[in-house]
């Protein structure tokens, strides 16, 4: 019995241990397959995740010089990079929007549960984005994955 590869579409005869095998042993199909398996556990294992960040923290920590090693033995790439940086940097200017390049990770906010609400002293224009207060709620937060949940979630903050 011959099947499909999912990945590159030629027959392959599965092996018999395998049922169910989609992929071919072709080593790109191979790691296509894996990939897939590897988003998908990311995606819907919490515990795969945090091992996961676990691991490749651990490993830039024993390694902290990797990336500059590595652009500075590949110049081409660095330089590559830098006009690549600065095309995605100017589309974001010739957009229209006033919008600050800023490093996204740089806030001092521990990880925790926040009320965001809308400013009194800002009015809400069409279309414009809010000024909003960031007030801690609980900053050990113990159901971080229920956060949105009813009974977590202050309904009277909320306001249209």
């Known amino acids: 019995m011959t099947r499909r590869c999912a ?14 095998q989609a992929y071919c042993s072709n080593p790109d199909c191979q790691r296509t397959r894996k990939r897939q398996w590897q ?8 515990d795969y995740r945090d091992n996961q960040r676990a691991a490749q923290q651990a490993w830039a ?8 090693d590595y652009r500075a033995d590949r110049p081409d790439y660095a330089q590559r990079n830098r006009e690549q940086q600065r095309l995605r940097d100017a589309s974001v200017r ?21 009320r965001i609400t ?16 960031i007030t801690p709620v609980a900053v050990t937060c113990p159901r971080k994955m229920d956060v949105s949940r009813e009974d977590v979630i202050d309904a009277s903050a909320i306001s249209p």
């Open 61 to 68: 920590q024993r390694n902290p010089d990797y990336w500059r």
């Open 7 to 20: 990945c590159c579409g030629k027959p392959f005869a599965p092996r018999p241990q395998v049922p169910d």
């Open 118 to 133: 809308r400013h009194p002293a800002f009015p809400r224009e069409s279309g414009a984005s809010w000024v909003v207060e």
């Open 94 to 114: 010739n957009q229209g929007a006033d919008v600050d390049l800023a490093k996204m990770d740089v806030c001092d906010l521990p990880p925790g549960l926040y």
């Open 39 to 46: 988003q998908a556990k990311l995606q819907s294992d919490p």
